[in-house]
């Protein structure tokens, strides 16, 4: 019976002309972007838009002829295919432009749909799409936390169905207000799901725009409004294409949908085109004092000494590894002008470890170390700062700056001091407290000013904004990820933190114990051969540019999300009350649901 449904024939030629002109205009963009075949790229996005409109079908069909597999198509199956499409786009997968039609199947099941099915669809889309890319806490819940797995599972479930609710919201409004059912209504579904995701306090701050991180073309635009801008433009198509899809069955034409989706792409390719090809004039033309070549050490230093995911050979790495490694690389790479250590998962004191073996090694080499290390609070131990601390070539120690984003449940508890309960529930997480001394940047000479970053808090904008503010240009973001073993985890935080580099025009080097390090220009490239294997050692020396100039975004913050907020709350006031008529007599509800 869902076969015949599926084969069973309906006019569909609005959204074969749709179909066509969307496949052939992204075929263009993406092979003229990565260089691949033409052919190819046509096939492929032919047969996954192929496949939407074979869904959509499905979805017309059984939505006139059965009202409970109705409800389940809109509830269950389409959201779940949304889910499904995000991951195949996802940093698991190799390919990220899904993204652009991942939403498709979810606006469908909100066309002509109630407030409390569009809430319940919402909710079904935001829980699979955040399962798929965060099920790996569990991981560090089990060897970093220490509890048992049936916990870290569960926590995992109840922290995916928390981060869920903003698309909940999202789909009572599609729901309320019959946003897919017109061009204006689908081009709010985008502000409104931009401006409710963004501003829904996260503990990871990702969402469906880092997926592109891979694609220069398209990510330009953050450095003129950060994710947010990127993300409308996702949301955009994926809503448009909804309209195009449904706009025959609300007596309206796909044209105006077809025509903005062709504008979206023109505007965003266009500006990825022109801003690389700037960038890569200037990085061509730089001197010297333009430029700086860093040597990361990744030595693999296991979370303990039964860790399967690191080799027997690798597994009695410690601080003495990484000293050894730093001194033969520095050997390798003579040119390199600074060497920088990951996080470790071993205690590493500043001043009485780190202050007693580095200096000697760098009057050595003849190069600047920046490291991670801790520092006791009082001298009982109870408590420690999360710090890096940086060298001069001549061993002399720079301000010592210490962690301030602290991971959740992970470095610190939070309340802990109101619940100590909550310590026997985690009796893994470290006693780290955050830091007191605010940014702080190292002076490298030539106009080149340091940033040191440890591990996630390169994923949040607004506090890299303001060490950019104080005028660093060189971003370090220095990582731990062994707890995550050979998950898709450390690409994931890779991608997030790549952000940056766009969003200020800052170059970055991020340094891993266990992988994946990489090197990423201002453009958001990642320089060829720079990126490091998982579970390996490693040396790695190459040359950034900095640019002289940042960028808009550094100035203007968060301004184009401000203007969606305003849009958005102006828009929900246009809405209700086109939604309910007033009268003398008060409100009058004339549009039946």
């Known amino acids: 019976m869902v076969f015949r449904l599926l084969l069973s024939p309906s006019r569909m030629g609005a959204a074969n002309a749709m179909e066509n002109n969307f496949y052939l205009l992204m075929a263009a963009i993406y092979a003229t972007d990565c260089k691949m075949s033409t052919t190819a790229t046509v096939c492929t996005s032919s047969l996954l838009f192929h496949f939407l409109i074979?869904?959509?079908?499905?979805?017309?069909?059984?939505?006139?002829?059965?009202?409970?597999?109705?409800?389940?198509?809109?509830?269950?199956?389409?959201?779940?295919?949304?889910?499904?499409?995000?991951?195949l786009s996802s940093q698991a997968f190799s390919f990220p432009l899904a993204v652009w039609v991942c939403l498709v199947p979810l606006g469908l099941s909100f066309y002509k749909t109630s407030p409390g099915k569009g809430f319940a669809g919402g909710l079904v889309y935001g829980f699979c799409l955040w399962f798929a890319a965060v099920w790996w806490i569990k991981i560090p819940l089990i060897n970093m936390v220490h509890i048992p797995p049936w916990q870290a599972w569960g926590?995992?479930?109840?922290?995916?169905?928390?981060?869920?609710?903003?698309y909940g919201v999202f789909g009572y409004l599609a729901g309320k207000f019959c946003l897919m059912e017109s061009w204006l209504g689908a081009a709010f579904a985008s502000v409104s799901l931009v401006v409710i995701r963004t501003w829904c306090p996260l503990v990871f701050p990702g969402s469906e725009a880092h997926n592109l991180y891979a694609w220069p073309i398209f990510i330009q635009v953050l450095d003129l409004g950060g994710a947010p801008l990127l993300l409308f433009f996702i949301y955009f198509v994926n809503f448009q294409i909804v309209r195009a899809l449904t706009a025959r069955r609300s007596h309206g034409s796909p044209a105006p949908a077809v025509v903005s989706i062709a504008i979206a792409f023109i505007l965003l390719a266009g500006y990825g085109g022109y801003r690389l090809q700037s960038l890569h004039q200037q990085m061509n033309a730089?001197?010297?004092?333009?430029?700086?070549?860093?040597?990361?050490?990744?030595?693999?230093?296991p979370i303990s000494q039964d860790n399967r995911d690191v080799p027997p050979h690798d597994r009695g790495n410690d601080i003495k590894t990484a000293l050894s490694l730093s001194h033969k690389a520095a050997v390798r790479y003579p040119g390199a002008?600074?060497?920088?250590?990951?996080?470790?998962?071993?205690?590493?004191?500043?001043?009485?470890?780190?202050?007693?073996?580095?200096?000697?090694?760098?009057?050595?080499?003849?190069?600047?170390?920046?490291?991670?290390?801790?520092?006791?609070?009082?001298?009982?131990g109870e408590a420690y700062y999360n710090s890096v601390i940086f060298f001069d070539k001549n061993g002399v120690a720079g301000e010592?700056?210490?962690?301030?984003?602290?991971?959740?449940?992970?470095?610190?508890?939070?309340?802990?001091?109101?619940?100590?309960?909550?310590?026997?529930?985690?009796?893994?997480?470290?006693?780290?407290?955050?830091?007191?001394?605010g940014e702080v940047s190292y002076d490298f000479g030539r106009g080149i000013r340091l940033m040191p970053s440890l591990c996630y808090e390169a994923i949040f904008t607004e506090h890299c904004r303001r060490f950019v503010g104080r005028g660093g240009n060189v971003l370090i973001n220095m990582v731990d990820d062994a707890w995550f073993g050979k998950s898709p985890a450390?690409?994931?935080?890779?991608?997030?933190?790549?952000?940056?580099?766009?969003?200020?025009?800052?170059?970055?080097?991020?340094?891993?114990n266990t992988g994946v390090g990489i090197f990423v220009q201002p453009t958001g490239e990642i320089v060829p051969?720079?990126?490091?294997?998982?579970?390996?050692?490693?040396?790695?020396?190459?040359?950034?540019?900095?640019?002289?100039?940042?960028?808009?975004?550094?100035?203007?913050?968060?301004?184009?999300?401000?203007?969606?907020?305003?849009?958005f709350i102006m828009g929900l006031i246009w809405f209700y009350l086109t939604f309910y008529g007033f009268t003398p007599r008060g409100i009058i509800r004339t549009k039946p649901k």
């Open 490 to 512: 450390s690409v994931i935080h890779m991608s997030l933190a790549m952000f940056r580099s766009v969003e200020y025009r800052i170059p970055m080097v991020r340094v891993t």
């Open 286 to 301: 730089a001197g010297s004092g333009q430029q700086i070549t860093v040597l990361s050490i990744q030595p693999n230093v």
């Open 337 to 380: 002008d600074l060497v920088v250590w990951p996080e470790i998962p071993l205690a590493y004191h500043c001043r009485a470890e780190a202050g007693r073996d580095v200096p000697p090694l760098a009057k050595e080499t003849g190069k600047a170390f920046m490291l991670p290390c801790t520092s006791m609070i009082g001298d009982r």
């Open 400 to 437: 010592e700056y210490r962690k301030l984003i602290l991971i959740p449940f992970g470095e610190y508890i939070p309340m802990e001091r109101q619940f100590p309960f909550l310590r026997r529930m985690f009796p893994g997480v470290m006693p780290f407290v955050a830091g007191n001394r």
């Open 529 to 567: 051969g720079s990126q490091t294997p998982l579970f390996q050692k490693a040396a790695t020396a190459h040359t950034l540019y900095i640019p002289p100039a940042r960028s808009p975004y550094e100035r203007w913050g968060d301004a184009f999300l401000y203007g969606l907020t305003g849009l």
């Open 155 to 166: 926590w995992t479930v109840v922290f995916c169905a928390l981060h869920a609710l903003p």
């Open 54 to 87: 074979l869904c959509y079908r499905a979805f017309q069909n059984i939505n006139r002829r059965y009202c409970r597999i109705n409800m389940m198509m809109r509830v269950l199956f389409l959201p779940v295919l949304s889910g499904i499409l995000y991951w």
